[in-house]
């Protein structure tokens, strides 16, 4: 019996558009959790496509239209201010399309004017930290966004850690707080004032990510509560009573507040 040559459709995958540093570090962090499914890759710097490649077996694809024609998910991972020009040069999608945005402050009605009525829209928020499995993501949806893309979407952030739905008036709040920066600041801040009181680099860097990171982690895993941990760290009277007092009299919680506010007025800005 002679073999009829059928020609297969394409593997459907989950796009990215914009091979960036979120884009790498949630490949990276799908394939250390074993995700096995295709993923691809659009952007316009082949670079980043080879080394997406090369590293975590994501397809490179510089044609928009050919990458876009290949998904069953769509996840716009540009700058903000790139969104509205991306979305253009995709033009109107025809097809039933689950469409995922990760660019902060780029609001769902804003989203929805672009591609067409048939792509039903998303917004993640997923941290850097995905990259090692340990990330968190926020997740809002469009109204009439069905169950089951509901599921589809959650289960990809679930992937690299865990994922908190919230509604769309919360994103910017979630986004500016919850960001590793923070961690990562308090701990570059912390080290280089304890190197000036004489700690050399690795001793001051030691002693900060105890600090930070195996307190909160206690907490974290543990069932007491933070202003418990609070009182039991802190001895009325004896040094580290006194280093969270002196810094709060110089304007510590007001100084983190003010950088919060900072954050959502650009999230703002970036919503225009």
């Given at each position: 019996?002679?073999?009829?040559?059928?020609?297969?459709?394409?593997?459907?995958?989950?796009?990215?558009?914009?091979?960036?540093?979120?884009?790498?570090?949630?490949?990276?962090?799908?394939?250390?959790?074993?995700?096995?499914?295709?993923?691809?890759?659009?952007?316009?710097?082949?670079?980043?496509?080879?080394?997406?490649?090369?590293?975590?077996?994501?397809?490179?694809?510089?044609?928009?239209?050919?990458?876009?024609?290949?998904?069953?998910?769509?996840?716009?991972?540009?700058?903000?201010?790139?969104?509205?020009?991306?979305?253009?040069?995709?033009?109107?999608?025809?097809?039933?399309?689950?469409a995922v945005s990760l660019a902060?402050?780029?609001?769902?009605?804003?989203?929805?004017?672009?591609?067409?009525?048939?792509?039903?829209?998303?917004?993640?928020?997923?941290?850097?930290?995905?990259?090692?499995?340990?990330?968190?993501?926020?997740?809002?949806?469009?109204?009439?966004?069905?169950?089951?893309?509901?599921?589809?979407?959650?289960?990809?952030?679930?992937?690299?850690?865990?994922?908190?739905?919230?509604?769309?008036?919360?994103?910017?709040?979630?986004?500016?707080?919850?960001?590793?920066?923070?961690?990562?600041?308090?701990?570059?801040?912390?080290?280089?004032?304890?190197?000036?009181?004489?700690?050399?680099?690795?001793?001051?860097?030691?002693?900060?990510?105890?600090?930070?990171?195996?307190?909160?982690?206690?907490?974290?895993?543990?069932?007491?509560?933070?202003?418990?941990?609070?009182?039991?760290?802190?001895?009325?009277?004896?040094?580290?009573?006194?280093?969270?007092?002196?810094?709060?009299?110089?304007?510590?919680?007001?100084?983190?507040?003010?950088?919060?506010?900072?954050?959502?007025?650009?999230?703002?800005?970036?919503?225009?």
């Open positions: 019996m002679r073999e009829v040559n059928v020609k297969r459709p394409r593997l459907k995958a989950a796009v990215f558009l914009g091979g960036g540093r979120i884009t790498s570090a949630l490949v990276a962090g799908l394939r250390l959790a074993g995700y096995d499914k295709p993923m691809v890759v659009h952007d316009r710097n082949r670079h980043k496509l080879r080394q997406l490649q090369r590293e975590y077996g994501a397809t490179g694809e510089p044609n928009l239209r050919r990458a876009v024609e290949q998904a069953c998910l769509l996840i716009v991972a540009v700058r903000p201010d790139s969104v509205g020009e991306l979305l253009r040069a995709t033009g109107k999608i025809d097809r039933p399309l689950t902060a402050g780029v609001p769902l009605s804003k989203l929805r004017m672009r591609l067409g009525p048939p792509v039903r829209w998303a917004r993640a928020m997923p941290s850097s930290v995905c990259r090692s499995g340990r990330g968190l993501t926020a997740v809002t949806f469009a109204r009439g966004f069905p169950y089951s893309a509901q599921r589809e979407v959650k289960d990809l952030f679930a992937t690299v850690g865990p994922v908190l739905e919230l509604p769309e008036t919360k994103f910017d709040a979630f986004t500016v707080t919850y960001s590793a920066s923070h961690g990562y600041h308090a701990l570059a801040a912390l080290a280089a004032a304890a190197e000036k009181l004489g700690l050399d680099r690795k001793g001051a860097l030691t002693a900060a990510a105890h600090a930070l990171a195996d307190g909160i982690l206690a907490w974290r895993e543990g069932n007491t509560r933070l202003d418990r941990l609070l009182r039991e760290a802190a001895t009325p009277g004896g040094i580290a009573a006194t280093v969270m007092s002196s810094m709060n009299e110089v304007g510590y919680q007001r100084m983190i507040e003010r950088g919060l506010r900072a954050g959502i007025a650009r999230a703002r800005k970036n919503a225009k």
